[in-house]
């Protein structure tokens, strides 16, 4: 199995800043294609920001030149740097990732922005 565990959420202002961090632990044998995913009340799950499998990245257009997607120094583990906050930032954000066909997913951080 493997676990993919989110921290770094909270609330911020509008315009302010918040780093998130996902480790992976459990059995990694090659997860791959790491990413971000947010789900906001009353819509679906969307993508943030992801590393494909060849290693470049994605990211939603609402996010771009905002938001920035990294590996961690400590092996399978991502960061997603988020700079100038929006309110329609708020969200729940999940991190995701791939091993052997099965995707897996964390229980989620809560990202809030309000004045």
């Known amino acids: 199995q493997v676990q993919l565990v989110e921290s770094g959420g909270g609330l911020v202002q509008p315009g302010g800043s918040l780093r998130l961090s996902c480790a992976a632990s459990g059995s990694i044998f090659s997860i791959h294609a790491m990413g971000w995913y947010r789900q906001a009340p009353g819509t679906q799950r969307e993508l943030v920001a992801r590393?494909?499998?060849?290693?470049?990245?994605n990211y939603a257009d609402s996010v771009k030149g905002r938001f920035t997607i990294s590996r961690g120094n400590v092996r399978n583990t991502v960061h997603l740097q988020m700079n100038s906050l929006r309110p329609e930032d708020t969200a729940v954000y999940y991190c995701?990732?791939?091993?052997?066909?099965?995707?897996?997913w964390g229980q989620g951080t809560q990202v809030t922005v309000s004045s």
């Open positions: 995701n990732g791939w091993q052997w066909g099965t995707e897996y």
């Open positions: 590393f494909t499998s060849g290693g470049s990245t």
